[in-house]
């Protein structure tokens, strides 16, 4: 008789979920497939089973060419809610109007793309369903311009090192975790690399010896502190975040904003997905560090924690844009929360970035954020080019060719990129006429979970009944590390813009045309001092 297989009933975790967890949420595009004339593609990460349609125009007509496009391929598409639910057109008709007439938000829906028996035989087998390919089919049929209709990009979150933006090994093209002497027996890694080894900006244990950040002042009659959204992997426990700051798991209507299983929360626990190697899930810790950089420099904020990554730092467009429109409809309810900055240290890069072929629903959200008096602040990206990334590059620099907002008439949107402690700019950065400022942001110290990775001191004696042992490279019960990334910049700016508007708001109540104002010079202010300390900047 043979042994028992361990499973959940032994107490071990489930294995079908941690690799599920791993799994990538999508697929890199190829430019090269189903060409259309006049449409040039770069790479991007996107969802293959299906698309996302806005109310940019007619429904049941972009429905339409869809299907038809569909049915060359032997495919069918059915029209879903966000969460894959069945949705009729009506209804979707129906709630487009609704958002329209209550808050002017743009309604996302999903296109599922299914695969059906081949009324042939199975002589002629039906290709697999492809996002991509229907979509460029569909922009034949139409002629190009198939407004409203739109790949589900993967977005990342996370610090250098990570999968951005898209296709790429884990942390930056070595095997992991073997094939490599630690720590020693190996030259400093060059150029970029450096940055993901501990040491030289990856993450690692550190202590801290300075006071926690101190709130100050009272706030006054119809006075409110400023409010930081940070759209992350949420925010786990840590002194400087209690509950009397930090919102976790926020709710509207309801319904909790972003992603709600506490299970596979990556600020509680560190390592949900991949092999049982005790080793810590890429993002997990990410969205405490966030917070606790926003922290450090705006320490009379407010933070509202919105979990929309996983512990690889992936999530899918449509769910980001679901919970940035979330965030607007709150803000814009009779006596919904206000929020002063929203800090989004992720991004993707589109595949068509400047033609009309490109989607603007984000933008718009974006958009009606800032006119609601809402600041947005965006990481550059970690992969030193100059290629715009989105959100960061939704505004208008010098050469967009994306109209996105009067500017005049809406809180700044802000990308940063990062800068290393010597305040040069750090290599990895993004950069380009689209990236408005830098800031700190290799080198970060912050906040982290009281995360116990499986590695061990290299030595340990103990004596007298005292532990005594040399470092343990991923126990950060201590909690403080130091890591690198854009990620970090983001926050570094959003704090800063947040302390600038903090006696305003808390001597009392402002409209929101002031507070733009107050947005705006807290802005101008801000991009004045980090000139002083970065190599360039340029203005909105």
Not at 77 to 93: C, F, H, K, T, Y
Not at 178 to 195: C, D, E, H, I, L
Request: with cysteine.
């Amino acid at each position: 008789m043979s042994d028992p297989v361990p499973g959940p009933a032994d107490g071990l975790p489930d294995w079908r979920a941690r690799y599920d967890a791993a799994r990538a949420l999508g697929v890199p595009l190829d430019p090269r497939s189903e060409p259309v004339p006049g449409i040039t593609a770069y790479p991007t990460a996107y969802a293959p089973d299906h698309l996302l349609v806005t109310d940019a125009g007619d429904l049941e007509g972009r429905l339409g060419v869809l299907r038809e496009a569909a049915q060359e391929f032997g495919w069918q598409i059915r029209l879903q809610n966000i969460d894959g639910s069945p949705l009729e057109l009506d209804e979707a008709v129906a709630r487009e109007q609704r958002n329209r007439e209550a808050f002017e938000v743009p309604t996302i829906h999903r296109v599922q793309i299914l695969s059906v028996a081949n009324p042939q035989g199975g002589s002629i087998p039906d290709p697999p369903v492809d996002a991509w390919r229907l979509l460029q089919r569909a922009r034949m049929l139409a002629g190009r311009d198939l407004r409203g209709v739109a790949l589900d990009h993967i977005l990342t979150s996370g610090p250098y090192g990570m999968t951005n933006p898209y296709g790429m090994t884990n942390p930056y093209g070595m095997t992991n975790p073997y094939g490599m002497t630690n720590p020693f027996g190996m030259t400093n890694a060059p150029g970029t690399s450096s940055y993901a080894m501990p040491g030289s900006g990856g993450r690692q244990v550190v202590d801290f010896a300075g006071q926690a950040p101190e709130r100050r002042g009272e706030v006054g009659a119809g006075g409110r502190r400023p409010v930081v959204a940070v759209l992350d992997t949420g925010c786990g426990e840590h002194p400087w975040l209690p509950p009397g700051i930090v919102t976790t798991y926020p709710t509207y209507d309801g319904k909790v904003i972003g992603m709600s299983d506490h299970a596979t929360d990556p600020e509680v626990t560190g390592d949900i997905a991949g092999p049982l190697d005790g080793a810590l899930d890429p993002a997990a810790g990410h969205g405490t560090f966030v917070s606790g950089v926003v922290r450090q420099r705006a320490p009379e904020a407010d933070i509202i924690s919105v979990r929309i990554c996983d512990s690889q730092g992936q999530m899918l467009e449509a769910q980001f844009m679901l919970a940035v429109r979330t965030l607007v409809k709150w803000m814009s309810s009779p006596g919904g929360q206000q929020i002063d900055v929203i800090n989004l240290s992720l991004g993707y890069y589109h595949e068509t970035p400047e033609d009309e072929l490109y989607d603007d629903t984000l933008g718009r959200l974006l958009a009606l954020a800032r006119r609601r008096g809402c600041a947005v602040v965006c990481s550059a990206g970690n992969d030193a080019t100059n290629r715009p990334s989105f959100p960061a590059a939704l505004w208008m620099w010098p050469g967009a060719q994306l109209t996105v907002d009067d500017p005049k008439k809406a809180a700044p949107h802000i990308s940063v990129g990062a800068l290393n402690p010597n305040r040069t700019m750090a290599l990895f950065s993004n950069l380009g006429p689209w990236v408005k400022t830098f800031a700190p942001g290799t080198s970060v110290l912050s906040c982290s979970p009281p995360f116990r990775g499986g590695s061990q001191p290299a030595v340990r004696d103990d004596l007298g009944g005292v532990r005594r042992e040399t470092i343990d490279p991923d126990d950060y019960v201590g909690g403080f590390a130091v890591w690198s990334g854009t990620s970090f910049a983001a926050p570094y700016a959003a704090g800063e813009i947040a302390a600038r508007i903090a006696d305003d708001l808390m001597a009392g109540a402002l409209s929101i045309p002031e507070r733009i104002e107050l947005l705006r010079e807290a802005e101008s202010e801000v991009f004045q001092r980090l000139a002083k300390i970065g190599p360039r900047h340029v203005g909105s």
